[in-house]
């Protein structure tokens, strides 16, 4: 089953909810394997030499995402993930098109790593940070 997190921080504020069951297990299963096997995974090359995962990274048109060193031009997004978008919205009473890019991070065998750290994407009224996190993870928020 996958959840919803969805921060907003702005220069006085930050707000962190948590949406449990946004989209089914059943769903989140298939989302899954349709992901892990049918995406181009690629390790990337950064500032800091290749990094210790694959990634894929779609986003809408013209989304280039840069960090360390890095231009991701996006890949079209998956057919399957765009309709957990869809799902993930609804649920968070948020409109879809806030939900901009996406970035895949996979861990084989427990290999591979990242530390804290945070991802700021600036709109014109505020910074936001939307993720889609498997509870089957060992994912935390700080």
Known sequence: MYSAVVRMASASAAVVRLHRGAVDAAEAQQLFDELLNGVNWRVEND????????????????????????????????????????????AVGMPEDLFTACLLNRYDDN???????????????????????????????R
Request: aromatic share 10%; proline share 7%; hydrophobic share 35%.
């Open 47 to 90: 500032d800091f030499g290749p990094q210790q995962r694959q990634t894929f990274y779609c986003a809408d048109e013209g989304c280039v995402f840069r960090y360390v060193g890095l231009k991701l031009v996006p890949n079209p997004w998956p057919t399957q993930l765009l309709l957990a978008r869809k799902k993930v919205a609804a």
């Open 111 to 141: 290999e591979g790593s990242i530390g804290w750290h945070y991802d700021e994407v600036h709109t014109q009224q505020q910074a936001m940070q939307e993720s889609l996190v498997p509870n089957t993870a060992q994912a935390s928020l």
